[in-house]
């Protein structure tokens, strides 16, 4: 089993910056791909961004620009910098992991967080 604990989230104004992070803990290492998801009030779960385990990356192109993900394997951690918020990406943000890379679909991930909670206001 791999444990997935989200932190960062918060309260920012449009335009501010916020860095998610996402642990993975229990049997894990760093072959795991780990992805990035969001979830609006009454909207499907979305993707946001995935790393495989070296490091190669995909994001929504909706959201190229502004979000990045990245990785410290040593840390067993991904990481989600987010720039230039505005208030239609307040959602609830998860991190997910799975052995295969480049999944977008959120049903294809085995595990997941809890989520943190980013709520930008204009």
């Known amino acids: 089993q791999v444990q997935l604990v989200e932190s960062g989230g918060g309260s920012v104004e449009a335009g501010g910056s916020l860095t998610l992070s996402c642990a993975a803990f229990g049997r894990t290492d760093s072959s795991y791909a780990m992805g990035w998801f969001r979830q609006a009030p009454g909207k499907d779960r979305e993707f946001i961004a995935t790393?495989?385990?070296?490091?190669?990356?995909w994001c929504a192109d909706s959201l190229k620009g502004r979000f990045t993900i990245s990785r410290d394997n040593a840390k067993n951690t991904v990481y989600l910098r987010m720039n230039n918020l505005r208030p239609e990406d307040t959602a609830v943000y998860s991190c997910a992991a799975d052995r295969r890379s480049g999944l977008v679909l959120s049903y294809k991930y085995d595990f997941w967080g809890r989520g943190t909670q980013v709520n930008v206001s204009s």
């Open positions: 790393s495989s385990w070296n490091n190669m990356t």
